[in-house]
């Protein structure tokens, strides 16, 4: 594999959850599914940026100590038995932040994730469905402590994902995605994989049918929209373009999209585009998705020489840690 192929680390971040190797169901610890990550900030990342959970790989060729990289993980060659990466975690501790496992379609696994899931909110129509699910199925902790993961054997047509809203999101789909385990089951939940088609439909249906039914009417489907690894440049345009549309549909607040495309451009693109571009994007999409955006979206991207955003439309101004510095 050429040196290049891979983003090198800059910074490693101690983890909030060390990994819990026991209550992981042996139907997940069966599969040739698994990487090791870590919190860390790689050389493409400003010094301002948020450290980010991701896949890597280790290397021992360093007479100085094992580094790490950031890996690709996408394709089963480069996912790896339970065993292995448990034997890296164990001897690698400070560079290692735990497991992750990649669910794949072929596996009939499905993962039910749930975002900001605590402190729990009066009447929040998960709770009900994650404490029939903690009686049959391993359902566990996330790293941030925020959120639950739920695993069951069923079928899912495509991926869903509604974590914006909602908070639930349901995969795998057609792109792969990493967990971050941690293998700390919640509210006591079995350390097995239960068989449970039902209440994968009650989520479809409760959480994504309407949301489905108003992209169908708009023209605009991102029901299946999945957010990349990553961006190479000959495909920002039209990647970024696509995550805004999908983002649009899902928040109805302009100036959080905003933030979110700058954060997403600065995070995933080889080369974020240009403040100007990304501008362009959101403009048309938002135009187009919703005419009440069109008043509001030009005052959200004026830029003074203190380098702060504000938003002439209410003379509020809008501090860097809500939309981020420009480049």
């Given at each position: 594999m050429a040196e290049h192929e891979y983003e090198h680390v800059s910074a490693v971040y101690a983890t909030q959850t060390k990994f819990n190797p026991d209550d992981i169901p042996d139907a997940l610890k069966e599969l040739d599914r698994w990487v090791i990550w870590s919190l860390v900030k790689t050389t493409r990342q400003k010094p301002d940026d948020k450290p980010t959970k991701r896949p890597i790989r280790l290397s021992q060729n360093n007479?100085?100590?094992?580094?790490?990289?950031?890996?690709?993980?996408?394709?089963?060659?480069?996912?790896?038995?339970?065993?292995?990466?448990?034997?890296?975690?164990?001897?690698?501790?400070?560079?290692?932040?735990?497991?992750?496992?990649?669910?794949?379609?072929?596996?009939?696994?499905?993962?039910?994730?749930?975002?900001?899931?605590?402190?729990?909110?009066?009447?929040?129509?998960?709770?009900?469905?994650?404490?029939r699910l903690t009686e049959t199925t391993f359902v566990e902790l996330s790293q941030s402590g925020n959120g639950l993961h739920a695993f069951l054997f069923g079928e899912l047509a495509q991926r869903h994902n509604d974590s914006a809203n909602s908070g639930v999101e349901l995969y795998p789909g057609k792109k792969q995605s990493f967990i971050a385990m941690t293998g700390i089951a919640y509210n006591d939940a079995p350390s097995v994989i239960n068989s449970d088609q039902e209440i994968i439909d009650e989520h479809v249906k409760l959480f994504f049918k309407k949301s489905n039914s108003k992209q169908s009417q708009s023209g605009d489907d991102f029901s299946s929209y999945e957010i990349p690894e990553h961006i190479p440049n000959g495909n920002r345009n039209n990647e970024l373009t696509r995550l805004c549309g999908w983002l649009f549909s899902q928040i109805h607040d302009v100036k959080e999209v905003a933030a979110r495309m700058f954060a997403y451009n600065q995070e995933l693109c080889e080369t974020p585009l240009s403040t100007d571009e990304l501008q362009t994007i959101i403009n048309s999409i938002g135009s187009r998705h919703n005419a009440k955006f069109k008043h509001l979206i030009d005052n959200v991207w004026h830029i003074r020489s203190t380098n702060t955003w504000y938003d002439f439309s209410d003379h509020t101004e809008l501090t860097a840690k809500t939309l981020g510095n420009p480049p």
């Amino acid at each position: 594999m050429a040196e290049h192929e891979y983003e090198h680390v800059s910074a490693v971040y101690a983890t909030q959850t060390k990994f819990n190797p026991d209550d992981i169901p042996d139907a997940l610890k069966e599969l040739d599914r698994w990487v090791i990550w870590s919190l860390v900030k790689t050389t493409r990342q400003k010094p301002d940026d948020k450290p980010t959970k991701r896949p890597i790989r280790l290397s021992q060729n360093n007479p100085l100590g094992p580094e790490i990289d950031i890996a690709k993980w996408s394709t089963p060659d480069r996912q790896y038995s339970f065993e292995h990466c448990l034997k890296l975690y164990n001897s690698n501790p400070d560079l290692i932040g735990g497991l992750g496992f990649i669910p794949n379609p072929d596996d009939g696994i499905v993962v039910i994730d749930y975002d900001n899931y605590f402190p729990i909110k009066p009447n929040d129509p998960r709770t009900p469905l994650v404490n029939r699910l903690t009686e049959t199925t391993f359902v566990e902790l996330s790293q941030s402590g925020n959120g639950l993961h739920a695993f069951l054997f069923g079928e899912l047509a495509q991926r869903h994902n509604d974590s914006a809203n909602s908070g639930v999101e349901l995969y795998p789909g057609k792109k792969q995605s990493f967990i971050a385990m941690t293998g700390i089951a919640y509210n006591d939940a079995p350390s097995v994989i239960n068989s449970d088609q039902e209440i994968i439909d009650e989520h479809v249906k409760l959480f994504f049918k309407k949301s489905n039914s108003k992209q169908s009417q708009s023209g605009d489907d991102f029901s299946s929209y999945e957010i990349p690894e990553h961006i190479p440049n000959g495909n920002r345009n039209n990647e970024l373009t696509r995550l805004c549309g999908w983002l649009f549909s899902q928040i109805h607040d302009v100036k959080e999209v905003a933030a979110r495309m700058f954060a997403y451009n600065q995070e995933l693109c080889e080369t974020p585009l240009s403040t100007d571009e990304l501008q362009t994007i959101i403009n048309s999409i938002g135009s187009r998705h919703n005419a009440k955006f069109k008043h509001l979206i030009d005052n959200v991207w004026h830029i003074r020489s203190t380098n702060t955003w504000y938003d002439f439309s209410d003379h509020t101004e809008l501090t860097a840690k809500t939309l981020g510095n420009p480049p």
